[in-house]
């Protein structure tokens, strides 16, 4: 298995995208911490760089390598190896090289202009959230074999967690503002780990005031050290599930 | 060796495999025949786990290969169009299978079949680049590096040369010799004439007989192989 994910990190080196993405991430974070004086304001303007930009790069990019790698998948499932190891070493790589990328890109320059607790969480939460997105991305690209509706699906679950599962949860929240939904919400956050991330880092940025009540809520649970161990299980919890669906899929498809 | 039994696939709605059992022994010479789409293929990937069939069990030296990965190592196969990573050169991917296979504690790989094919002059090529021909060599190749009993050829002649097809004939010869087992599909009849020892002939997913050469020729009562099946295609 070793051997295989040898060969998948080499092969996503070659691509020259992963390193324009990584240069992409640095001339970014360079720029934003040079363009503020202060390096709080630099860390609030990364936040929707690493909340929207590193999920979407990574799931696209993890979809069109998979449907992209085909024969490679093709020539090693008739040669003695488990489809179990292919999957896990295909997954490894594209999660190892795009973490890698995300931890040069921004990782490295917040931890030098703003070494804060802020810093550390955010860079933690981009990683997870790229490996996370590649596990879906792994999902969507093994369910079709029509390359244009598994980067379809990849895209639109991508805007459903950036964007649209907030838009529901509001929606939710003013048709039924008459009832208390704060348990309910902090419920709702845990099913999108887009939303998780955010709040981890926005509860470390200590501006959760601005966020009223419901901040509050939230404070009171994840602020806690059981609040954030459960929200580290859930995103782990994310990363295995998501991942296993695809491998179970993967084992039993027809090449 | 080779064990299929009540296999059955469907692809939609298309019955791919229907009901098929067949047990291939070591030391055959076995030509997998039919028209386009009958069903060849799917029992050749069946057989190497590639597709996994709906119904029935395959066993490959009385182990199910459901579930089983270890067996392919006995097997050298050649896919009828050899698709392969585009940037990487034909050195990475004979590099990449002896790597691969190199875990099983095998002999030195054997590259005779590839120095024949004047490969070994090209290696820094890159796949991409590569004449359909030529890809085909690199399957042959790769299928013959390892000494497995098993070799499974899906229509290996195509797009050859005629010089590659004959030194892959005498290679298949050689190795029919050491008293293992080749499965064969191909269109080109003629050339099956001095390899083969028995017929399978598949229709429609079905399989309408499995013979011994011997028996097929006194049955049609033809000498040669593409005249025997012409008859069999006829009667039916």
Known sequence: MNKLV???????????????????????????????????????SLLNLVLII???????????????????????????????????SLFIGLAGSLSLAFLIGVGLPVIIYDATATAWMMTGMGVVLTIIFVA???????????????????????????VLFDGLVLFALFQFEDYPLEKAMVVAAALNPVDLGRILILLKMDISALMGYTGAVFRDFFGTQTGMLIALVVLLLWIFVVFKLSLRKFNRKDL | MIIASNVSKKFGKLKALDNVSVACNKGECIALLGPNGSGKTTLIKSILGMVVPDSGFITFNGKNILHDWLYRRHIGYMPQIGRYPDNMTIEQVFSMMKDIRSAEGNKQPDNSLAEQFGLMDILQKRMRTLSGGTRQKVSASIAFMFDPDVFILDEPTAGL??????????????EKSKGKLVLITSHILSELDDLITHVIYMQEGSMLFHKKIGDLQADTGEIKLSKAIAAVMLKK
């Open chain 1, 6 to 44: 040898k060969y998948v990190c080499t092969d996503i080196l070659r691509n020259r995208i992963v390193i324009g993405y990584t240069f992409f991430l640095l001339l970014i974070s360079l720029s934003l911490f040079s363009l503020e004086d202060n390096a709080a304001k630099g860390m609030l």
């Open chain 1, 54 to 88: 590193v999920p979407l790069v990574s799931v696209i990019f993890s979809t069109i390598y998979i449907y992209n790698s085909a024969e490679f998948i093709e020539l090693l499932v008739s040669q003695p190896l488990r489809r179990k190891h292919l999957w896990s």
């Open chain 1, 136 to 162: 879906i991305a792994m999902l969507a690209a093994v369910a079709t074999r029509d390359k244009a509706k598994g980067i379809g699906i990849s895209i639109f679950l991508w805007l459903f967690f950036a």
């Open chain 2, 161 to 174: 040369d005629p010089v590659a097809a004959e030194v892959l004939k005498e290679r298949i010869i050689l």
